[in-house]
């Protein structure tokens, strides 16, 4: 997944995150965007939009 320095905003106001994941699971990412033909970083922002979306924000 692309980082970006905090200085650089032209995506829309999005600060850069850095997601750590088990390796089984960066093959089933990579795997799905292969695909779906999507990014990794458009993946991981939509479910972790769905993810804060739903119910209480207690997360």
Do not use: W
């Given at each position: 997944?692309?980082?970006?320095?905090?200085?650089?905003?032209?995506?829309?106001?999005?600060?850069?995150?850095?997601?750590?994941?088990?390796?089984?699971?960066?093959?089933?990412l990579m795997q799905f965007c292969r695909d779906y033909r999507l990014t990794?970083?458009?993946?991981?922002?939509?479910?972790?939009?769905?993810?804060?979306?739903?119910?209480?924000?207690?997360?």
């Amino acid at each position: 997944m692309s980082a970006k320095t905090a200085g650089d905003r032209g995506n829309g106001g999005r600060g850069a995150v850095t997601v750590t994941l088990p390796l089984e699971m960066i093959d089933r990412l990579m795997q799905f965007c292969r695909d779906y033909r999507l990014t990794p970083d458009d993946v991981v922002e939509r479910a972790l939009e769905e993810y804060f979306r739903e119910g209480d924000m207690s997360h």
